[in-house]
């Protein structure tokens, strides 16, 4: 079947990959979902530990269909904290307040809710923080209006969705979450 034939191409290019930490974007909001992904990279990767953040920390993957997470080896990496951007961020409000559909990262036609993820490398103790995004896709299946309409110079639909969300982002980030 074509997602059995898909999964095996991922886990085999993660594989290879044999990474420390992983943005995902596009995953299934589900937490099997999160759990049979964990469960297949560590079977092939067996001196691996790979958790997920959105399990460790309060937060979840927001009401998409799909969600962002982090995904990081516990042999290596130490977790600190996770948190998730959404529109009741208080410094979204500004933003949100001029997006067309009334909202930023909670409902239709919204971006997904960044992830991020503060680690520490055990054998250095240097923290680091991996935000996982996904801003609202180009593609115009309905109700896009205003400023988001496409304006034919490259950037699609959704431009100005995406371009209030990276705003939010960049104030949420300066508050180090």
Known sequence: ????????????????????????????????????????????????????????????????????????????????????????????????????????FNGPNSNRPPIAATLVEKSTNAMVTIVTNHLKSKAARSGVKGADRDAKDGASSWNYQRTLGAQTLLSWLSTNP
């Not at 530990?49 to 969600?67: E, F, H, M, P, W």
């Not at 042999?75 to 001029?98: E, H, T, Y």
Request: hydrophobic share 45%; proline share 2%.
């Open 1 to 104: 079947d074509e997602f059995a034939r898909q999964n095996q191409k991922l886990m085999e290019g993660l594989k290879d990959l044999d990474m420390d930490v992983l943005g995902i974007v596009e995953l299934q909001n589900a937490d099997e979902t999160v759990d049979r992904f964990l469960a297949e990279l560590n079977a092939m990767l067996p001196s691996r530990n790979y958790v997920a953040a959105s399990q460790l920390g309060s937060v979840s993957g927001g009401t998409d269909k799909i969600r962002t997470d982090v995904i990081f080896d516990s042999n290596k990496l130490a977790f600190r904290g996770a948190a998730m951007l959404d529109d009741s961020f208080a410094g979204a409000a500004p933003f949100v307040a001029r997006s067309t559909v009334g909202t930023l």
